[in-house]
């Protein structure tokens, strides 16, 4: 990659190695009590872990001399650890031959991420020999960890004038977050609170929601669809002491026309 700047022209040249483990799994169950009752059950996981070694050299040039000004040589390993747990519960109930149907759906998600990465920077004179005091290094710690609850029940309910499905949901979400800066360029290591952040954030969504789809001869279909959430926010950042708090309600109007020239 190649910088143009008025006086000087950076060329940095990167070298990216990554090491994955990764395991994934699924399973899934469905039992029909009856012809109009089904329930099943999935669960999905993962876990991942990753490593990625990283080497930098950036190379200053002096536009009006054509000569190297200076290098900077960046190295950095980073050490990611995170796992996905999903598990869904689902039913649909047939009202009768038509398709009218109600369908409800549990799902609880949790996503954890860790991630542990040191970095060393130098710079250096044309000759390579080291320029006095530019010498830095650090170790960036993060810590996420996010939860998800949520749940929805779908009408489908077709008539002979129009095709109907409208429905709700609502969703709980919690993000913690935790990511930290050490200062290792004396060799020890010391911690940096101006770049260093812990937060909390919650948000909750309700949702109403109806659509109408009506086949317009052959090759033409309309549908017009309406939804109304509300949602709730609350971010405190435990770092500044401080709680941000939101509260809102929008509507949402969708409107769709399609066309299909043939099979």
Do not use: C
């Not at 991420?113 to 993060?142: C, E, G, K, M």
């Not at 001869?217 to 401080?242: A, D, H, I, M, Y």
Request: glycine share 4%.
């Amino acid at each position: 990659t190649t910088f143009f700047y008025p006086s000087q022209t950076w060329h940095e040249e990167n070298t990216n190695r990554n090491f994955y483990n990764i395991i994934r799994g699924r399973l899934g169950v469905n039992y029909k009590f009856s012809e109009k009752f089904s329930i099943g059950l999935q669960y999905i996981g993962s876990n991942n872990n990753k490593k990625n070694k990283e080497k930098d050299i950036s190379t200053i040039k002096n536009n009006s001399l054509s000569t190297i000004d200076s290098l900077i040589i960046s190295n950095a390993e980073n050490k990611i650890k995170n796992n996905i747990t999903n598990v869904d519960i689902y039913s649909i109930y047939k009202l009768d031959t038509i398709g009218r149907k109600i369908s409800t759906n549990f799902n609880y998600l949790t996503f954890n991420d860790n991630q542990d990465r040191v970095f060393s920077s130098n710079n250096l004179y044309q000759n390579h020999t080291i320029i006095p005091n530019s010498y830095y290094s650090a170790n960036n710690i993060s810590e996420i960890n996010i939860t998800n609850y949520s749940a929805k029940i779908d009408i489908d309910f077709p008539t002979k004038f129009i095709e109907l499905t409208f429905g709700s949901k609502i969703s709980f979400t919690k993000n913690s977050t935790n990511l930290s800066v050490y200062n290792l360029t004396t060799g020890s290591q010391i911690f940096d609170p101006s770049q260093s952040n812990k937060f909390v954030y919650n948000e909750n969504t309700e949702a109403l929601y109806i659509s109408g789809s009506k086949k317009l001869g052959k090759k033409w279909e309309s549908q017009l669809g309406l939804r109304l959430e509300t949602t709730q926010t609350e971010g405190n950042s435990v770092t500044l002491n401080q709680t941000n708090s939101n509260n809102y309600s929008k509507l949402f109007p969708t409107f769709y026309l399609s066309y299909t020239p043939n099979e």
